[in-house]
């Protein structure tokens, strides 16, 4: 059975920085892609990042330029390294790895106080 674990979520002050981290257990198999997606209170998930297996990268317009995602290839494991946190980046971070199915990981809580 495929599980993706993250780690590295927690509270932060606005401006600061945090890493995220994801390690995929029981495949056998190189995701294709592997990203992460977010869903903050009362709105639905959404992309933040994605990385392909050549290392092509997709940001969401809002994290652009603040947030980096790198992944180990063909290991699945991926970061995200987040800075200049805001408070509306406050979200759960889902881990997301893509190979002929989807597979989702059970969230971080990352929470960004003003």
């Known amino acids: 059975q495929v599980q993706l674990v993250e780690s590295g979520g927690g509270l932060v002050q606005a401006g600061g920085s945090l890493r995220l981290s994801c390690a995929a257990f029981g495949t056998i198999f190189s995701f294709t892609d592997m990203g992460w997606y977010r869903q903050a209170p009362g709105k639905q998930r959404e992309l933040v990042a994605i990385?392909?297996?050549?290392?092509?990268?997709n940001y969401a317009a809002p994290v652009k330029g603040r947030f980096t995602i790198s992944r180990d290839y063909p290991e699945n494991t991926e970061t995200l390294q987040m800075n200049g946190l805001k408070p509306e980046d406050t979200a759960v971070y889902y881990c997301y790895g893509l190979d002929v199915d989807e597979y989702w990981g059970q969230g971080t809580q990352v929470t960004v106080s003003s």
């Open positions: 990385i392909t297996s050549s290392g092509r990268t």
